[in-house]
């Protein structure tokens, strides 16, 4: 399995973007999915999940501004970002788990078992 994560870039204050993240090998909607975020001299953070089945988990930081979906053709899962703020600022990864944990769980990066390349999200003020 391979994760293909796309679509960072620069965006002002209040801005929107999506990320994209295409899955090779099996179809995205057979694992967990997450995407998580690192900012410079900090821990990676857990963003957003979507289960298997369709259930969507999220930071209480990005509640409400971000959504994560799965694109129709069942091979990318996406995150639409909006009302963006320089806090987002950061390297956003997604992340797949072959195992469907509990979701307390799904917060951990360690239960994940690939990891995409990261895309760059830059939001100025």
């Known amino acids: 399995v391979q994760l293909q994560a796309s679509g960072g870039g620069l965006v002002q204050d209040g801005g929107s973007l999506r990320l994209s993240c295409e899955v090779s090998?099996?179809?995205?909607?057979?694992?967990?999915m997450a995407w998580f975020r690192q900012a410079p001299g900090k821990e990676r953070e857990f963003v957003a999940a979507?289960?298997?089945?369709?259930?969507?988990y999220y930071a209480a930081s990005v509640k409400g501004r971000f959504t994560i979906f799965r694109d129709n053709n069942k091979k990318t899962v996406a995150l639409r970002m909006s009302s963006l703020k320089p806090e987002d600022t950061a390297v956003y990864y997604c992340?797949?788990?072959?195992?469907?944990?509990?979701?307390?769980?799904?917060?951990?990066?360690?239960?994940?078992?690939?990891w995409g390349q990261g895309t760059q999200v830059t939001v100025s003020s």
């Open positions: 992340a797949a788990s072959e195992r469907s944990y509990i979701s307390s769980y799904l917060r951990d990066a360690d239960r994940y078992d690939y």
């Open positions: 090998g099996r179809p995205g909607s057979t694992y967990d």
């Open positions: 979507l289960r298997r089945n369709g259930a969507t």
